[in-house]
């Protein structure tokens, strides 16, 4: 018995040792979300009034995309630990699978964007935001797609687990370029229209010559269709989180807060998910997980679940400086928020690594699907989640 808790003891000890060394990422994925909020949250009556549909692709553009690069992340892990893929950037894997990775993007926007004319109305606004958003959708996929490869050899190089940091940075820096973008563009179609549509032409260009230099193997297609009938699915799930975002605006606006803290609320909770889809991944691969339940497993969702307590708190203390700077406004800690946020991470762990066992199961490969499915759900969760409290506080 005494044994036994002394391995145990052990198995926590080197958990936890691995949890912190994710826990540095995380944060910097928290300060990523935090400048994605202060646009938000600076930009967030303009987009509620003038482009609403706005709104119900956001939580979409930001997961999906996240998703998309995310799963481009976990394939690379999982080629660099077989020794498919060479650990650089110029490796011929990287150029195909940014050029996957932009396609792949364009099928969800277009699927949100026509939910979210349906919903909100007003066409002629929709078209303007159908520009913004394809030709921010392109540029952007292009930076995400270096940035991928980037934080996934490096680690790789200096051995360190890439799916302890990949997964976290990537949807993080999703969110950090997304609304960035989206509001440059909307700026430049109200100031600078000549510029707004030279810039729309350059981007399907970009896209064309791409299209002419890859070559996409038998092998690669089929990863095309599977992925393709993923994200189609997940972009309709995606308008629920939309859809709940445009109809509580006015609520999570009034809130102050949550205005700021969204995309970190939707992207933290993610990440905690998609770091324990990414490793279940990874042992399915390798033959380490054969039963239902992993023992190895259920003490890393412990371990991560430990730390989501002082993410939480950490997170509050951000939202507060941020809220201060960008809306010149005061805000103190939010208590229902710090005592729940742990429990939605804890749910979103366990549906990633089941998600991650049933995918496997059911013949598809878990790294193309796991990440962008869990993050999707953890964005619904988390909207619901960020709804519920805004109501209790406002």
């Known amino acids: 018995m005494k044994s036994l808790q002394v391995v145990l003891g052990r198995e926590l000890s080197e958990k936890f040792r691995e949890a912190l060394i994710a826990v540095p990422p995380l944060i910097v994925c928290l300060l990523m979300d935090f400048f994605a909020g202060a646009f938000l949250g600076r930009f967030f009556e303009k987009i509620m009034l003038s482009y609403p549909v706005i709104f119900v692709i956001l939580p979409g553009l930001m997961g999906l995309r996240g998703n998309i690069f995310g799963a481009m992340a976990s394939r690379f892990t999982t080629m660099l630990h077989l020794g498919e893929m060479e650990p650089k950037l110029g490796d011929k894997n990287v150029l195909k699978n940014i050029f996957l990775s932009i396609l ?57 687990d890439p799916d302890t940091v990949a997964a976290p940075l990537v949807t993080s820096a999703g969110d950090l370029v997304t609304m960035p973008f989206l509001v440059f563009f909307i700026l430049l179609y109200e100031d600078i229209p000549p510029l707004f549509y030279s810039l729309v032409v350059l981007a399907f260009v970009l896209l064309l010559a791409m299209f002419i230099k890859t070559k996409f193997e038998s092998e690669e297609k089929r990863v095309i269709r599977e992925i393709l009938g993923i994200i189609g699915a997940l972009a309709l799930l995606s308008s629920i989180s939309g859809g709940l975002l445009e109809s509580y605006s006015e609520v999570i606006y009034a809130s102050v807060v949550f205005s700021v803290m969204y995309p970190a609320i939707l992207d933290t909770a993610g990440n905690y998910g998609s770091i324990i889809g990414a490793k279940t991944s990874t042992k399915l691969h390798l033959g380490e997980i054969e039963g239902f339940l992993n023992r190895d497993s259920i ?10 307590f002082f993410m939480a708190v950490l997170m509050n203390l951000v939202a507060i400086g941020v809220v201060k700077l960008s809306l010149g406004k005061s805000i103190g800690l939010v208590l229902p928020f710090i005592f729940l946020y742990p429990l939605l991470v804890l749910f979103n762990m366990f549906i990633g690594y089941f998600l991650a066992i049933f995918f496997d199961r059911l013949g598809l490969d878990p790294d193309n699907a796991t990440v962008p499915t869990i993050t999707t759900l953890a964005d619904i969760f988390s909207t619901l989640f960020t709804v519920g409290v805004a109501r209790l506080i406002v």
Do not use: C, D, Q, R
Request: charged residues 5%.
């Open 104 to 160: 792949l993007s364009l099928l969800p926007v277009i699927v949100l964007w026509i939910i979210g004319v349906l919903k909100v109305g007003n066409a002629i606004s929709g078209m303007i935001v159908l520009l913004i958003v394809l030709t921010s959708t392109i540029f952007v996929s292009l930076i995400m797609g270096y940035a991928t490869a980037l934080v996934t050899v490096l680690p790789f190089k200096k051995g360190i």
């Open 299 to 308: 003490l890393e969702i412990f371990v991560y679940f430990v730390t989501s």
